[in-house]
Structure formats: structure tokens, C-alpha cells
């Protein structure tokens, strides 16, 4: 970074300059301004959701090309990284703030082998954000772990992420052990991640493939009123 970097007051800037600013600081993981970037946005009456998928989202998109590409390395995307959970710590209790009744509940984990957890947590904060109950069982989730989180909180929804090639058929072994325990039917299972798409999700035996956190909520919201549809109906008749 150059010294004329270090001076330059985000504040002078307008929205766009910020924003492709608060990008370019989210590549060079500069988290303290990624965060200030995000504070100033909200000031300027930005709304949360805006802020998330404009300036950190659309940052982690252009830091992805350049990992694909060889020009970033682990180590740079790992700051990266840590500042987009930076700013998602800021927006996490706005996106979350609904005086909503619960509509659902949702254990949510990425799969075995994959340690990638910022679209996880986005969906969590998108789903707590639109009234559900999350919880959040983190990374390297084994079928072992699925289950006793299932067993534990008694979800309407199961939901995985998994962000590499080599760890997405980890679902079909969490959701085939499912079956083979007479349980796949009490949960509407919901899955995603950048390499997914909705054949694999068919294929896996999956409810849905959710293409982000905005499908997400949608797709749970939809599954969710059609369950309690089909339960009524079972109920009166
Ligand atoms: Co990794 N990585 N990474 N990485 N990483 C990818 C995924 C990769 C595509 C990069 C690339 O080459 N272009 C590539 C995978 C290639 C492949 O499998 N085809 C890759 C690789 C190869 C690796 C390593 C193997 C690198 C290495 O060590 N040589 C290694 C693997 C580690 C492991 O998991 N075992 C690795 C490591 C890492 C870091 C640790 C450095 C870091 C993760 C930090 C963290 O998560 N705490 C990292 C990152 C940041 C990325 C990229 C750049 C960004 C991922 C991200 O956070 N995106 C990624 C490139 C990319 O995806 N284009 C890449 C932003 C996020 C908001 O989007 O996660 O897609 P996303 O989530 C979206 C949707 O997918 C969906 O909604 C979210 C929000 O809208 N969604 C769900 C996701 N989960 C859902 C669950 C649901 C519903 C929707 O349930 C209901």
C-alpha cells in the first residue's frame, strides 16, 4: 500500500469512491477500514442488507478471481477474509434486529473437510435476520456432528455449505445416513455453496440448492408454509 493510502480519509470520499475503496481494502485485508467504510455507509442511511452485498460481498467476489488466478495465496485471502467478518460483525445485529415471532428454526454447518465459513455465517445472519432461529455449528462438521446437533435443538430446517468440489458430496453421506435412519423427512434440508447448482441438489436428495442467503430465506420461508400446509391438511383430514 502506498503512503498516499495511509492518508486518505473515507470520509472525503462520495458513496461509489467509498465503496470501490472499502473493496480494495477488503482485498489488501485492511479490516479496521473495511469496518469504518461499513460505519460511514450506515451513517449515510445505507441500509445494512446494501452495504453487505455492494461493499463486502462484491469485495470477496474480486478477491476470489484473483485466488483462482494465482495472484492472491492463502495467507492474503485468510486477511481478507478477516476483514469481511470484520464489517459482517457490524452488520450482523442490524440485519438481525426484527421484533418478528420465530418462523422457523435452522441448524446450519459446513460440511466435513471444509473450513470456508463466511457464506454459512451470511446465510445464519440473513435467516436470523428474517425471524428464524439459527444455530450455527461452525465448520468440519462431520455426519456425527449433524446428527447430534439435530437430535439437540430439533430444527424444521437442516442446512450445509460447502465451498469446494471435494467436499460437497460430503452431503449425501450426512443426508443418505439420514435415511438410513428413518429421519430425512422431518427436515426440509437446504444446501449451498459457490459450487453447487440445483442438479446436485436433486441428485444428493436434497430439498433445495440455495443459490445465496436471499434464496435462503426465501426458499426456507416457502418449504417452511408448505410444510405447516401439509400438516394442516393431514391434521383435518
Ligand atoms: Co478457498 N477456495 N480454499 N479459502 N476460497 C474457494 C472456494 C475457491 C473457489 C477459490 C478459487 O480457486 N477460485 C477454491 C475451490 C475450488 C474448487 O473446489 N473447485 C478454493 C480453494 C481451492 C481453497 C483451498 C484448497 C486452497 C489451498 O489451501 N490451496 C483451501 C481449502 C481449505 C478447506 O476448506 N479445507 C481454501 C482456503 C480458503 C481460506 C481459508 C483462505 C478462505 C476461507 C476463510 C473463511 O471462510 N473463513 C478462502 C476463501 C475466502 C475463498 C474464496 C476466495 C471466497 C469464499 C467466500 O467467502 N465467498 C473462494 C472463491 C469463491 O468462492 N469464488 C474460495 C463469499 C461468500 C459470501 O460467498 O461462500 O459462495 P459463498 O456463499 C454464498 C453462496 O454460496 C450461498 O450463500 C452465500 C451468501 O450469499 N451459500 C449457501 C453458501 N453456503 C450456503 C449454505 C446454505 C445456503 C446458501 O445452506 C442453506
Redesign the pocket.
Known amino acids: 500500500m502506498s503512503d498516499s493510502d495511509d492518508d486518505l480519509d473515507l470520509r472525503s470520499l462520495d458513496d461509489d469512491e467509498l465503496v470501490k475503496q472499502m473493496q480494495d481494502d477488503l482485498y489488501d485485508g485492511l479490516k479496521e477500514e473495511v469496518e469504518e467504510g461499513v460505519n460511514i455507509l450506515l451513517e449515510r442511511g445505507w441500509q445494512p442488507y446494501r452495504v453487505l452485498t455492494e461493499a ?2 462484491e469485495g ?2 474480486i ?3 484473483d ?3 494465482g495472484i ?1 495465496f ?2 492474503e ?2 486477511l ?3 476483514s ?2 470484520g464489517g459482517m460483525a457490524i452488520l450482523r445485529p442490524l440485519l438481525a434486529e426484527t421484533g418478528a415471532p420465530k418462523v422457523g428454526k ?1 441448524v ?1 454447518g ?1 460440511v466435513k ?8 455465517n ?2 445464519a445472519m ?1 435467516m436470523e435476520g428474517a425471524g428464524f432461529e439459527v444455530i450455527n455449528i461452525g ?2 462438521n462431520s455426519v456425527e456432528a449433524y446428527l447430534e446437533a439435530l437430535e439437540e435443538h430439533k430444527p424444521d ?1 437442516l ?9 460437497m458430496p460430503y452431503m449425501k453421506v450426512v443426508i443418505e445416513e439420514l435415511k438410513s435412519k428413518g429421519i430425512r423427512d422431518d427436515y426440509i434440508v ?7 447448482n440445483e442438479a446436485f441438489a436433486e441428485a444428493i436428495g436434497a430439498d433445495a440448492y ?7 430465506v426465501e ?2 420461508k416457502e418449504l417452511i408454509a408448505r410444510k405447516h400446509n401439509l400438516l394442516g391438511a393431514s391434521a383435518a383430514g
Do not use: W, Y
Open positions: 463486502l460481498v470477496m467476489r478477491v476470489g478471481i485466488f483462482r488466478d492472491l492463502v495467507p485471502v485468510l481478507s477474509a478477516n469481511m467478518k435452522m446450519i459446513t473437510g471444509d473450513i470456508h465459513d463466511i457464506g454459512k451470511l446465510v440473513m465448520i468440519n430446517i442446512g450445509m455449505s460447502a465451498l469446494l468440489t471435494t467436499t437446504l444446501v449451498g455453496g459457490a459450487p453447487l440455495c443459490r445465496d442467503a436471499a434464496v435462503a426458499t426456507a
